[in-house]
């Protein structure tokens, strides 16, 4: 069964830290470009960071760079989000996400969650001011 499980959400205070891990199972995920999306309530869901299948491309977006931190360990088949200097603003449910086909920087196009191929569970973050 292909499948992604996502764990590591929580409560936290602003300017705290939580690391998301994304375990995949049922396909090669080291062919796969695996990343993150969030989705706030009554917001569309919105691209966050992706790294590509061999781990040597990272792509943040803007309203991450420099706090967030993804990476992968494809002998685990797992992929990490070290999020730091959190902010109220981040509170969402994230998703774990892979794709083959997408490029990595359409990840943060508007819509482009319709198209992406395999989806994880969500993990609620919830930041505290």
């Known amino acids: 069964e292909v499948q992604l499980q996502a764990f590591g959400g929580g409560l936290v205070q602003a300017g705290g830290s939580l690391r998301l891990s994304c375990a995949a199972s049922g396909f090669r995920s080291d062919s796969y470009e695996i990343g993150w999306f969030r989705q706030a309530p009554g917001k569309e869901r919105e691209g966050v960071a992706c790294i590509s299948s061999s781990g040597g491309r990272t792509f943040y977006a803007e309203s991450v760079k420099g706090r967030f931190t993804i990476s992968r360990d494809n002998a685990k088949n797992t992929v990490y989000l070290q999020m730091n200097s959190l902010k109220p603003e981040d509170t969402a449910v994230y998703y774990c996400?892979?794709?083959?086909?997408?490029?990595?920087?359409?990840?943060?196009?508007?819509?482009?969650?319709?198209?992406?191929?395999?989806w994880g569970q969500g993990t609620q973050v919830t930041v505290s001011s």
């Open positions: 996400a892979a794709d083959q086909s997408l490029h990595a920087t359409s990840w943060f196009s508007k819509g482009v969650h319709r198209y992406i191929e395999i």
